[in-house]
Nanobody
Framework: QVQLVESGGGLVQAGGSLRLSCTTS????????MGWFRQAPGKEREFVAA????????YYADSVKGRFTISRESARNIVYLQMNSLKPEDTAVYFC?????????????????WGKGTLVTVSS
């Protein structure tokens, strides 16, 4: 059974940092692009960051550029999202995603696999 499991969420003060992890199992994800999305209360899910299968290329939503970094350890099937300088508006459930086309991650279309999410709350 294919699974993506997020961890690392929690409560942090504005200006603080968190690192999210996405652990995968059930198939080999090392050949797939992966990414992170988030959904704030009362809002639609939105793209955060994406990374190619090799890790050689990444891109980010404008709202997190310069503050968040996506990376992966393909040998261990883990993807990370390092989040620095967190703001209250970053509060959301963060979802790991895999598959589809790297160039499509900005739209969130045609993603093959989704995790169940981890909650990040940033207090002011």
């Amino acid at each position: 059974q294919v699974q993506l499991v997020e961890s690392g969420g929690g409560l942090v003060q504005a200006g603080g940092s968190l690192r999210l992890s996405c652990t995968t199992s059930g198939r080999t994800f090392s050949s797939l692009p992966m990414g992170w999305f988030r959904q704030a209360p009362g809002k639609e899910r939105e793209f955060v960051a994406a990374i190619t299968w090799s890790g050689s290329s990444t891109y980010y939503a404008d709202s997190v550029k310069g503050r968040f970094t996506i990376s992966r350890e393909s040998a261990r099937n883990i993807v990370y999202l390092q989040m620095n300088s967190l703001k209250p508006e970053d509060t959301a459930v963060y979802f790991c995603a895999a598959g589809g086309y790297y160039s499509d991650y900005g739209t969130g279309n045609a993603i093959d696999y989704w995790g169940k999410g981890t909650l990040v709350t940033v207090s002011s």
